[in-house]
């Protein structure tokens, strides 16, 4: 089989950051790291060459990243970034410019995706110079967004960065027609729900988190429940809320329930934060 060279390109580096998240964590940093563990694990694969267009803290113009492509004769080119909008915008997206990229920035996306578990932004067209100026099919990665304080985390977890360039790398292989073999398989994804922030305004407030599923707010129901006074048990299968049975989650030995029906049981009201759904205030029943 005839040997196929890819090139990486860390997008940004040097006097160029990119975007920063909400803990300051910086997009050249994030996208450097991935395109080095791309390396690490396609190192390994027979038929495949990489190379990266920077492997350090430096500063590359977008058309010299083209031109060392193009001077290689690169098979596929991959740039690397990390979106950056609102502090709720969320998933991950592909880019292509050219009619020769487009199978190949399905390919990615759908690698990609599965790997990261993100939301599902799909395949964009966009008139990136990296993607414009080079000759051979080649693709954009925006893999989360780093202003999303859930992403941002999850964009520079180790887990994380291992599962989803072993995704990308992949993809690469699969887009060139080369058989993909793993050294070492990384841990399949666990499922992961958005945190709930919750304040529960007793005395003292207190500060919990919950998940969100599907848009419903589920909370841990011993300690929330507990802490506004609740006789919480558990039976058959079933979290109790003052001896009534409720619609119960487990989830890793913990016992969810909705939040509406905890503190509709325990007389309690619950809000939602206007601006940030994800932050949630219960104010208890006052002791009598
Ligand atoms: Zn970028």
């Known amino acids: 089989m005839a040997e196929k060279l890819v090139v990486l390109d860390p997008g940004h580096g040097?006097?160029?950051?990119?975007?920063?998240?909400?803990?300051?964590?910086?997009?050249?940093?994030?996208?450097?790291?991935?395109?080095?563990?791309?390396?690490?694990?396609?190192?390994n694969v027979p038929n495949v060459t990489v190379s990266l267009t920077r492997r350090t803290d430096v500063y590359i113009g977008l058309s010299d990243r083209a031109k060392i492509a193009n001077r290689m004769k690169a098979d596929f080119f991959v740039s690397f970034h990390a979106n950056s909008l609102f502090s709720t915008s969320h998933g991950s997206e592909t880019f292509y410019k050219k009619d020769n990229s487009k199978s190949a920035a399905q390919?990615?996306?759908?690698?990609?995706?599965?790997?990261?578990?993100?939301?599902?932004?799909?395949?964009?067209?966009?008139?990136?110079?990296?993607?414009?100026?080079?000759?051979?099919?080649?693709?954009?990665?925006?893999?989360?967004?780093?202003?999303?304080?859930?992403?941002?985390?999850?964009?520079?977890?180790p887990e994380f960065q291992d599962r989803v360039a072993q995704g990308i790398s992949k993809g690469i292989c699969d887009y060139m027609g080369v058989k993909f073999v793993v050294d070492k398989p990384v841990k399949p994804a666990p499922?992961?729900?958005?945190?709930?922030?919750?304040?529960?305004?007793?005395?003292?407030?207190?500060k919990f988190e919950g998940i969100n599923v599907n848009n419903v707010t589920w909370l841990p129901s011993r300690p929330i429940g507990e802490y506004m006074g609740g006789?919480?048990?558990?039976?058959?299968?079933?979290?109790?809320i003052n001896g009534t049975p409720v619609e119960t989650m487990n989830i890793a030995g913990t016992g969810y329930v909705k939040a509406r029906t905890l503190t509709d049981q325990l007389g309690a009201k619950l809000f939602w934060g206007k601006d940030n759904p994800t932050i949630v205030d219960i104010y208890p029943k006052e002791a009598v």
Do not use: C, W
């Open 14 to 43: 040097g006097k160029d950051p990119g975007a920063s998240g909400p803990t300051k964590k910086r997009e050249k940093d994030f996208v450097l790291t991935m395109a080095l563990k791309v390396e690490e694990i396609l190192k």
């Open 191 to 206: 499922v992961t729900y958005p945190v709930m922030e919750v304040t529960v305004h007793g005395e003292p407030a207190q």
């Open 231 to 240: 006789r919480i048990g558990y039976k058959k299968g079933q979290v109790t």
């Open 107 to 157: 390919v990615l996306n759908k690698a990609m995706v599965d790997a990261s578990k993100l939301h599902d932004r799909g395949v964009k067209y966009g008139n990136f110079a990296v993607i414009r100026e080079t000759t051979m099919p080649s693709v954009l990665l925006e893999v989360g967004f780093i202003s999303n304080p859930t992403e941002e985390r999850l964009l520079f977890d």
